[in-house]
């Protein structure tokens, strides 16, 4: 493993994980290896060997007892990260989607003090490189998101996002499931704080296209969000 650079010191990335035993290791060790030294998965009830595979790849692992879903997830390893004394949480997928190469750009806007929050976005220069079935259906939740949440997004349910320890503050997702990514948005504009959007590149895998959302769970999201945030 690398020497840890000095801007990645109070940086932890959080990995919601969900029956992941054959990518987390790969994940957790290109992490690594790149220089982050401190890794969360959090095991949301897997039956298979998910979280022995991230802890002896080098994570810090939290388990759920029973499958919550992703976004109880990301709020357990957030949550834990604050309480370490995180100065930067990073969320990041477990499918092997994202890639460690974006990182740095990724935290440089909240280390320099211009951002508390920092988005990655497929579409600011590399939209081509998203299939296009996933586009037609990205650019249909931007425009949700725009109209509920007020945010001028690019990019929609991306799972690669950078939070400062303050941002954490304000982030609370009560949308254990997949609708948690609309309402982490909503959270982030209501809090007041600048926040941008930074390209990144997603890497689509036949492993992480099949488990990746299908077109017929987004009704399902959207209802999902919208009950959220009556009952808020």
């Known amino acids: 493993m690398s020497a840890t650079p000095p801007n990645r010191h109070g940086v932890y990335i959080i990995v919601a994980a969900f029956h992941e035993e054959r990518a987390v290791g790969d994940v957790v060790r290109g992490l690594r290896v790149a220089g982050w030294p401190d890794v ?35 709020q357990t390893g957030i949550s834990w990260a604050v309480a370490q004394g995180a100065e930067i949480i990073i969320t990041f997928d477990a499918d092997g989607q994202h890639r460690e190469e974006d990182l740095d750009a990724l935290i440089a806007p909240i280390r320099a003090g211009h951002a508390h929050a920092v988005l990655g976005s497929r579409f600011l220069e590399h939209a081509d490189a998203v299939p296009l079935g996933r586009r037609l259906l990205l650019w249909g939740a931007v425009w949700f998101s725009r109209v509920v949440s007020g945010a001028q997004l690019t990019d929609a349910h991306n799972g690669l996002r950078a939070l400062s320890a303050e941002m954490a503050t304000h982030v609370d ?32 895998t036949e492993y992480s296209r099949a488990k990746g959302q299908r077109g017929s769970a987004a009704l399902r999201i959207v209802l999902d969000y919208l009950l959220g945030r009556i009952l808020r």
Do not use: C
């Open 173 to 204: 997702i009560t949308l254990d499931r997949m609708a948690h990514a609309s309402e982490l948005i909503d959270q982030i504009v209501r809090s007041g704080l600048p926040w941008q959007e930074v390209s990144v590149r997603v890497r689509y």
């Open 40 to 74: 969360v998965v959090v095991d949301d009830g897997s039956a298979d060997r998910t979280a022995m595979v991230a802890g002896d790849a080098g994570a810090h692992v939290l388990v759920h007892p029973i499958n919550r879903g992703q976004g109880a997830a990301l």
